[in-house]
Protein backbone atom coordinates (compact mmCIF):
# COMPACT_ATOMS: atom_id res chain seq x y z
CA UNK A 1 0.00 0.00 0.00
CA UNK A 2 1.25 3.57 -0.52
CA UNK A 3 -0.20 6.62 -2.25
CA UNK A 4 -1.14 5.70 -5.42
CA UNK A 5 -2.82 2.73 -4.25
CA UNK A 6 -4.58 2.98 -0.38
CA UNK A 7 -6.27 -0.64 -0.64
CA UNK A 8 -5.80 -3.90 0.41
CA UNK A 9 -8.14 -6.71 -0.60
CA UNK A 10 -7.96 -9.81 1.15
CA UNK A 11 -8.24 -13.54 -0.63
CA UNK A 12 -10.90 -13.88 -2.79
CA UNK A 13 -12.42 -10.49 -2.27
CA UNK A 14 -13.52 -11.86 1.18
CA UNK A 15 -12.57 -8.04 2.99
CA UNK A 16 -10.79 -5.01 1.75
CA UNK A 17 -8.73 -2.93 4.26
CA UNK A 18 -8.88 1.34 3.22
CA UNK A 19 -6.62 3.89 4.02
CA UNK A 20 -8.76 6.95 3.85
CA UNK A 21 -6.39 9.56 5.15
CA UNK A 22 -2.61 9.31 5.61
CA UNK A 23 -0.29 12.51 6.36
CA UNK A 24 2.89 10.35 5.92
CA UNK A 25 3.37 10.21 9.39
CA UNK A 26 0.35 8.90 10.66
CA UNK A 27 -3.04 7.08 9.81
CA UNK A 28 -5.64 9.69 10.12
CA UNK A 29 -8.66 7.08 8.80
CA UNK A 30 -8.74 3.72 7.32
CA UNK A 31 -11.58 1.51 7.56
CA UNK A 32 -12.17 -2.05 6.99
CA UNK A 33 -15.25 -2.95 4.04
CA UNK A 34 -16.27 -7.23 4.10
CA UNK A 35 -17.34 -8.82 0.77
CA UNK A 36 -20.80 -7.62 0.50
CA UNK A 37 -19.40 -3.79 1.11
CA UNK A 38 -20.11 -3.24 4.52
CA UNK A 39 -17.96 -0.32 6.07
CA UNK A 40 -16.52 -0.26 9.42
CA UNK A 41 -16.47 3.36 10.81
CA UNK A 42 -12.67 4.81 11.35
CA UNK A 43 -10.29 2.34 12.92
CA UNK A 44 -6.97 4.65 13.47
CA UNK A 45 -7.81 5.99 16.78
CA UNK A 46 -7.44 2.68 18.18
CA UNK A 47 -3.54 2.58 17.67
CA UNK A 48 -3.25 6.72 17.40
CA UNK A 49 -2.76 6.29 13.53
CA UNK A 50 1.05 4.32 13.83
CA UNK A 51 -0.04 1.27 12.89
CA UNK A 52 -3.16 -0.77 11.25
CA UNK A 53 -4.16 -3.73 13.40
CA UNK A 54 -7.16 -5.48 13.07
CA UNK A 55 -9.36 -8.80 14.05
CA UNK A 56 -11.84 -10.29 11.67
CA UNK A 57 -14.18 -12.84 11.99
CA UNK A 58 -14.30 -12.11 16.01
CA UNK A 59 -16.95 -14.65 16.65
CA UNK A 60 -14.34 -17.63 15.70
CA UNK A 61 -13.94 -20.03 18.08
CA UNK A 62 -9.79 -19.81 17.79
CA UNK A 63 -9.90 -15.98 17.50
CA UNK A 64 -12.24 -14.95 20.24
CA UNK A 65 -10.14 -15.55 23.25
CA UNK A 66 -7.20 -14.16 21.82
CA UNK A 67 -8.99 -11.32 20.84
CA UNK A 68 -10.61 -10.58 24.73
CA UNK A 69 -7.58 -11.04 26.52
CA UNK A 70 -5.57 -8.03 23.65
CA UNK A 71 -8.76 -5.65 23.90
CA UNK A 72 -8.71 -5.81 27.81
CA UNK A 73 -4.83 -5.29 27.49
CA UNK A 74 -5.55 -2.43 25.30
CA UNK A 75 -8.81 -1.57 27.41
CA UNK A 76 -6.70 -1.78 30.46
CA UNK A 77 -3.33 0.20 28.78
CA UNK A 78 -5.59 3.24 28.24
CA UNK A 79 -7.53 3.78 31.16
CA UNK A 80 -3.66 3.44 33.17
CA UNK A 81 -2.72 6.53 31.00
CA UNK A 82 -5.96 8.50 31.82
CA UNK A 83 -5.19 7.63 35.08
CA UNK A 84 -8.62 5.99 35.71
CA UNK A 85 -7.03 2.73 37.29
CA UNK A 86 -6.31 2.11 40.81
CA UNK A 87 -3.07 0.99 42.20
CA UNK A 88 -1.86 -0.46 45.33
Known sequence: MDSASNVFAGPEGYFKVVIDDFD???IKAWHFEDAEGNKSPNLS????GRHIDLIANFENKTISPFAL???LKVLTNDLT????VMSK
Not at 45 to 48: I, P, R, S
Open 24 to 26: GNR
Open 45 to 48: GFAN
Open 69 to 71: RDA
Open 81 to 84: EQGM
